[in-house]
C-alpha cells in the first residue's frame, strides 16, 4: 500500500517528534513526582500548555484523579509497577466519573513514561478507534479486537493485525497515528 507508506512518512516527518516532546518532561522527571503526577491527570504539556483531550473533562473530576493518584500510598504502588498494563490497571480501577477511555490511556501513557513504560498493544478510543475501523474494516477489526478487563468501551489491536507499513511504529505512536489519519484511509 503504497499510500499508506506515504502517510506513515508523512507522520514521522510531521507529528512523531511532536508527540515524543509531549512526553519529554515525564520522561526527563524535570519536576518533582507530585507536579508530574498532577500534569499528567491534567494533560500539561511541556511549557504547561494542557493537552486538547482534557479540555472536555470535567474541572471536578480531574480534581478528583489528581486527589486520588495524589495520596501517599497510590504514589507508592504507581512507582511499584513494572510495565505499562499495570499503570493502565490502576488509572483504570481509581478512575472517577466522567474519567472515560481517552482520559484513562492518555494519563498512564504520561506516568508510564516516567518509568519508561509504553503500551506494546494499541489502545482505541475515540479517533484511534474510527483510524482502526476505517483502514481496517468493521469485520476484521471486530474479529481482532480484545477488550481490557472484557470492558467494549477500551478495546485495543496487537500490531500483528494492521499492515506491516505501520509496524515501524510504537503501539502509542500507531494509536495516534490512526486518530490523525481516520480520514485518509479508504
Not at 474541572?59 to 499503570?87: G, N
Not at 474510527?130 to 468493521?138: E, F, V
Not at 481482532?144 to 507499513?165: G, N, S
Request: proline residues 5%; charged residues 35%.
Amino acid at each position: 500500500m503504497e499510500q499508506l507508506q506515504e502517510l506513515v512518512a508523512l507522520y514521522k516527518r510531521n507529528f512523531e517528534k511532536h508527540e515524543e516532546w509531549k512526553l519529554s518532561d515525564f520522561r526527563n522527571q524535570s519536576k518533582p513526582l507530585e507536579d508530574l503526577i498532577r500534569d499528567a491527570v491534567w494533560g500539561k504539556e511541556p511549557k504547561l500548555k494542557r493537552d486538547s483531550h482534557q479540555y472536555r473533562i470535567p474541572k471536578k473530576t480531574l480534581e478528583e484523579m489528581e486527589e486520588e493518584l495524589l495520596k501517599p500510598e497510590i504514589i507508592k504502588e504507581l512507582m511499584k509497577r513494572k510495565t505499562f498494563d499495570e499503570i493502565f490497571t490502576m488509572i483504570y480501577v481509581l478512575k472517577a466519573p466522567f474519567f472515560g477511555p481517552l482520559s484513562v490511556y492518555d494519563t498512564s501513557l504520561r506516568l508510564g513514561a516516567i518509568m519508561q513504560l509504553y503500551p506494546n498493544v494499541i489502545y482505541l478510543h475515540r479517533g484511534a478507534l474510527d483510524g482502526a475501523r476505517a483502514l481496517l474494516g468493521k469485520e476484521v477489526l471486530h474479529r481482532h479486537a480484545k477488550y481490557f478487563c472484557d470492558d467494549k468501551e477500551y478495546p485495543y489491536i496487537t500490531k500483528e493485525v494492521l499492515p506491516r507499513e505501520l509496524h515501524c511504529l510504537e503501539p502509542y505512536h500507531i494509536e495516534n497515528f490512526l486518530c490523525i489519519n481516520k480520514s485518509k484511509f479508504k
